[in-house]
Nanobody, 123 residues
Framework: VQLQASGGGLVQAGGSLRLSCGPS????????MGWFRQAPGKEREFVAG????????YYADSVKGRFTISRDNAKIMVYLQMTSLKPEDTAVYYC?????????????????WGQGTLVTVSS
């Protein structure tokens, strides 16, 4: 399955955005999902993960309390609600399918990377 992230844009510090992720074909309803981001000149890093059911979520320390991951399996969508945005949140955000049964944060445990969406937070 290929994934498509959307919803990025330019926002001022302290603002909010909601990112969406859906498949261009197939489904990911049976898989845990994750959001990652890659800032210019930096490695791709884990942001948030969600279980197949959506009941379990986990976050990077840098976004905990500000970002919320959720999913709608009926619509085959995963979301990332971002609030209190900071300039250091500026990055291209990607969603991905987990290839393990554990709550992984490792890049190599995720696949089906698609095109990301750019989030720019101005100070």
């Amino acid at each position: 399955v290929q994934l498509q992230a959307s919803g990025g844009g330019l926002v001022q510090a302290g603002g909010s955005l909601r990112l969406s992720c859906g498949p261009s074909g197939g489904t990911f309803s049976s898989y845990a999902m994750g959001w990652f981001r890659q800032a210019p000149g930096k490695e791709r890093e884990f942001v948030a993960g969600i279980s197949r059911s959506g009941y379990a979520t986990y976050y990077a320390d840098s976004v905990k309390g500000r970002f919320t991951i959720s999913r709608d399996n009926a619509k085959i969508m995963v979301y990332l609600q971002m609030t209190s945005l900071k300039p250091e949140d500026t990055a291209v955000y990607y969603c991905a399918v987990s290839q393990t049964l554990t709550s992984s944060r490792r890049l190599e445990d995720f696949g089906s990377w698609g095109q990301g969406t750019l989030v720019t937070v101005s100070s």
